[in-house]
Each structure stands twice: as C-alpha cells, then as structure tokens.
C-alpha cells in the first residue's frame, strides 16, 4: 500500500480521486501511527473509531459514485477534549468532567464531518486549556514527540502532539492565550489562532470567553488554510462570532498561497518586535528571527524594527482578565447540572458543602488557584484595582498594536521564550509556567490573528517558532507570508529523530 502518513491535505485528496486508496485505507494507516506511538506519546483522552469508520465509509461511497470530494474528505482530523463531539466523552481533561457524554456537536465539528474529515479521537489538554504543558490534565501527561521527556507545550499539547507524530493529518486546538501557537512551536508543526470571532466557539467549552478561539494544528500552512477555510464564518449560535466576515462567501485562504514566494512578499512590510527578542529570549531562537526576517528581506520584503511599549504588562493583564472569566465562567460545575457530584461525607441538607466537596475533588490544582485569583480580582473592593484596570491597560495593548499596523502588514516575533522544556521542570513554579506564554499573550488581548510556523532547531535540536501577528481580519495575509517562508526553506519538512511511519 501506498505509504499515508506523513502525506499533505492535496497529496492524500489526489491519491483518493485516482482512486489509488480508499478512504478507509488512510484511516487504517493512521490507527497503525496511533496504536504505534499514542502508549508513549498519550496524545488522546480517547478514540472515535466508530464515527471515523462510518465517516470514511461515507467518502468511499462519493467516490464510488464520481461525485467530488468536500475540502477534507478521507482526512484524519484530532480534536481537542474541550470541543464537542455528539456521544463522546467532553472531559476537558478534568475529574469534574470525567464521566460527561456531549449531548450536542460544536460548530466546528459539524464543518468538519460535513468537509468529509474522519474523526481520530479526541485529545489530551491542560485542564479546562489552563496551562502550557499538558502536564495539567487529570489523566496523563502528554509527550513531546520530538523528546519524550519533555512537553509538548499546552494547553493544546495532545492535539499538537499527534499532528507532529503522523498521528492525524489536521487538528483543532484552543488558543486563550498562546494555546495553539505555544505547543506548535514546541513541536515543530504550524498551527493558527484566527482573528477573534472568525470561529465559531459554539460547543467549545467557556475558559475566558473574551479571549478564547479555536484554531488548525497542521503540519504546513498551506494545510492549516484548508483547515481554516472549513471550519471560519459566522454561527448565529455564537454570539460573540463575527458577522459576515466574507460577505456571504465562504473564505478559500488556500486559494491565495497559489503564488511564488516573492510575489507573496512583494512590497509587504514586516515589523519585528524589539521586546521579545531581548532579553528572556534564549540567544537561538533570537538568531532564528533575525534569519527569518533575512529571508522576508531577500524575498522583497521591508523589514524593520517595530515597539509595542505596552506589551510589558500583557502578562499581569492576561492573567487577571482570563482568571475573573475563569472564576465566571467555572461557576456552572456545581455538582447539580452535569458532571461530577461528590457527596461523600455531605450531610444530605448541605448543598453548600456539596458544592465545596464537587469543587474540591473534580478541580485540580491549577484550576483552583485560578478560579481564586479571579474572584478575588472580582470582588468587592478589588474590582476597580484590579480588573478593571486590566481592561483599561488592555486597550492600550491594542492601541500599540493599531499604532504599528498603519506601518506594517505583519509582525514577527519569537513564539516562546525557549525551546521545550522538560517534564516536571517547571511545575512547581507557576510563574515560571506564566512566561512561557509572554509573547503569544498580546494577540489574544487584542483579539489578531497569529500563527506559529517552525523557523529552526535550538538546543538539543529541538523546534524553534516563528510567531507571525496581522491586524484584525488579516488571516490571509498572515497566511501569505508564513507561507512564503514555507516555499523559502525546509524547517516544516523536517521530522522528530526515530519517527515510525507504520501505515
């Protein structure tokens, strides 16, 4: 049989329009990947091989009929455990979710099964998306397939995870944060958060509602725009989703990559920001940016230093806007609606104490302090200091960013501070945690398009990422130049030591 895995979006399409495999063939191919390297790499909370049998089944019936095949069709696509999928667990990686079945399908992932993609499974995550290691969730720690003994990055480590190790060819993430771009970095592939809005967050379970937006994981950009292409454009049912963002037509992001890589870059101007490749940047991954925007520069590009002077409080903002949410938006798992009830020890007229009993067991540690942090920003007395404030410094972040973009069409920077780190190396330091996130951060509080792209190989040969930001509705022009960058070297082409293609 042909080899599947490790095949792009077109390749595997062309392969099934020749009818050279089957649909059930990839599928087969990718089960091998997972039953091969999913024991070590824990990418998945679980697996959803009936609905991906009947998925495939169904495209083998269009093409056995001539019909044409959907964006997607006979793609294996992972999806991350806060996103619903009708009749399969929803845990957000937490105790308090464990036993909940998805009563309902999200937005995306109806846009998915209806493009003909089959469904892997869903995957691993920090819990509830707070974290940047995987190492949160309540079930396993996900490794980074280019080293096991370190993290994939987070929250989106399972999701990340399985695209770098052939497991699925696409995936979908959540970015509140960093949460998409911070693990693609970490694990050498490219993955997107779109302008916020762009995607739906209908059945994505609420971290910080202002900040979160699900976003493709994909092993190129030009994968991760046919991804995007499927799942953008508004949802009534979303009512934070932008209205008619296409007027009326839906995006074709890879339409717009049919381009040479100069032509791409012509006359373009790309600001590389100053803050984040200073200091707390490891010397590498400052070299590889500055390479990155040699070659921007080669392909014809104007490339200069830009400021974003507010940045520097984006962390403390961030962490004090997703954490009130948080404390808002968790304040539905009670123990009465859905999910855990732990009533061990609970005198039966206590709801209060059934309350705290739920809480104490279903949430782990991080959720809790988070959950804390919010409410205490919050409360009575704290709200003008503390969140509000927040929201008013927030602004100024997007101020700095409206400043820069009438000079520029794209910004890049380093998309973590360092390299991947090692499992257990910074979980007894949360601040140290927090910083992994510093230059992904801004672009959720003022709501821009992002993605990661690999642009190196730091220490210890690991992946280094290229973050590159655009101004609101940007995305294609963000894919545009990732893309060029793509054309213009081989990082993206390049796979983790020992990777065991067994379809």
């Not at 169904?58 to 991350?80: C, F, M, Q, S, T």
Request: with cysteine; proline share 5%; net charge neutral.
């Amino acid at each position: 049989m042909t080899e599947l895995v490790g095949r792009s979006i077109s390749e595997l399409k062309k392969l099934l329009a020749e009818k050279s495999v089957s649909a059930r063939e990839i599928l087969s191919a990718h089960w091998k990947q997972v039953h091969a390297l999913d024991p070590e790499i824990k990418a998945f909370t679980c697996l959803t091989e009936e609905r991906a049998q009947k998925q495939a089944a169904r495209v083998d019936e269009l093409i056995a009929r001539g019909e044409a095949l959907p964006a997607l069709a006979g793609i294996p696509v992972a999806i991350k455990d806060n996103i619903c999928v009708a009749d399969y667990p929803t845990t957000c990686s937490s105790k308090i979710l464990e036993s909940f079945i998805a009563p309902y399908e999200a937005t995306v992932a109806q846009k998915l099964d209806a493009a003909g993609a089959l469904f892997i499974g869903k995957t691993n995550m920090d819990e509830f998306a707070m974290g940047s290691s995987t190492e949160n969730s309540a079930f396993k720690k996900t490794a980074n397939p280019w080293d096991v003994s370190r993290v994939p990055g987070g929250s989106s480590g399972g999701s990340t995870a399985s695209v770098a190790a052939g497991m699925a060819v696409l995936a979908l993430g959540s970015d509140t944060g960093g949460s998409i771009r911070q693990p693609a970095a970490f694990c050498g592939v490219s993955g997107m958060k779109p302008t916020y809005g762009m995607v739906s967050r209908f059945g994505l379970v609420a971290f910080a509602s202002s900040l979160d937006q699900i976003g493709p994981l994909a092993r190129s950009v030009e994968d991760t725009a046919i991804a995007l292409s499927v799942i953008s454009g508004h949802d009534k049912k979303d009512s934070t989703s932008i209205p008619d963002p296409f007027k009326n037509q839906g995006p074709r992001f890879e339409e717009s990559l049919a381009q040479e890589p100069d032509k791409l870059m012509k006359g373009l101007r790309v600001g590389v920001i100053t803050e984040l490749v200073g200091e707390g940047i490891e010397p590498e991954i400052v070299s590889s940016i500055r390479a990155a925007a040699a070659v921007f520069e080669k392909l014809g590009a104007k490339v200069t230093d830009v400021s974003l002077p507010n940045s520097k409080y984006a962390l403390p903002v961030y962490y004090l806007i997703a954490t009130a949410e948080a404390s808002a938006n968790l304040a539905r798992y009670d123990g009465v609606k859905y999910g855990l009830r732990e009533t061990e020890g609970t005198a039966k007229d206590s709801i209060l104490q059934m309350y705290k009993s739920t809480r104490s067991k279903g949430f782990g540690a991080e959720v809790k302090r988070r959950i804390m942090l919010g409410t205490y920003a919050l409360s009575s007395g704290y709200y003008d200091a503390y969140y509000k404030k927040a929201q008013q410094v927030r602004r100024l972040i997007k101020n700095d960013f409206d400043k820069v973009f009438e000079s520029c069409d794209v910004l890049i920077s380093p998309t973590s501070p360092t390299v991947a780190f090692k499992i257990g190396e910074k979980t007894d330091d949360p601040l140290s945690m927090y910083l992994s996130d510093i230059a992904t951060i801004p672009a959720n509080l003022a709501g821009l398009p992002g993605i990661s792209i690999p642009a190196g190989l730091g220490k210890d040969k690991l992946p280094i990422g290229l973050q590159i930001l655009g101004n609101t509705l940007s995305d294609e022009v963000v894919l545009k130049v990732a893309h060029a960058f793509q054309q213009s070297t081989d990082f993206h082409n390049r796979q983790f030591p020992g990777l065991a293609t067994v379809g």
